[in-house]
């Protein structure tokens, strides 16, 4: 099983920018779909972006044209870039990893592991 940890979150003005990175372990990352999900306080988990073992990005409505999600399989590692980022874009954000259908993509229970989120807030 992939073990996940994420980095990069943090505080940032509206307008601003960050990027998070999650690394994994072992040596099969590179067959597994990987997505980036978002919890807000007293809301419940939801997608944000996920891209396909063959480097496919997709995206939730609330964060396309603003976020983009990649992958560097050489360093068992996938980044989602923030950009002109909202004071509702503060959430807890956390990697996933699966192996589920790609029409799946959007679902948390298409993913197994998990890492343990990152905080990112947005002032206005």
């Known amino acids: 099983q992939v073990q996940l940890v994420e980095s990069g979150g943090g505080l940032v003005q509206a307008g601003g920018s960050l990027r998070l990175s999650c690394a994994a372990s072992?040596?099969?990352?590179?067959?597994?779909?990987m997505a980036w999900f978002r919890q807000a306080p007293g809301k419940e988990r939801e997608f944000a972006a996920a891209?396909?073992?063959?480097?496919?990005?997709y995206y939730a409505d609330s964060v396309k044209g603003r976020f983009t999600i990649s992958r560097d399989n050489a360093k068992n590692t996938v980044y989602l870039q923030m950009n002109s980022l909202k004071p509702e874009d503060t959430a807890v954000y956390y990697c996933?990893?699966?192996?589920?259908?790609?029409?799946?993509?959007?679902?948390?229970?298409?993913?197994?592991?998990w890492g343990q989120g990152t905080q990112v807030t947005v002032s206005s």
């Open positions: 996933a990893a699966g192996r589920a259908r790609w029409d799946d993509r959007t679902r948390i229970d298409a993913y197994g592991a």
């Open positions: 072992g040596r099969t990352f590179s067959t597994y779909a």
């Open positions: 891209i396909s073992w063959t480097g496919a990005p």
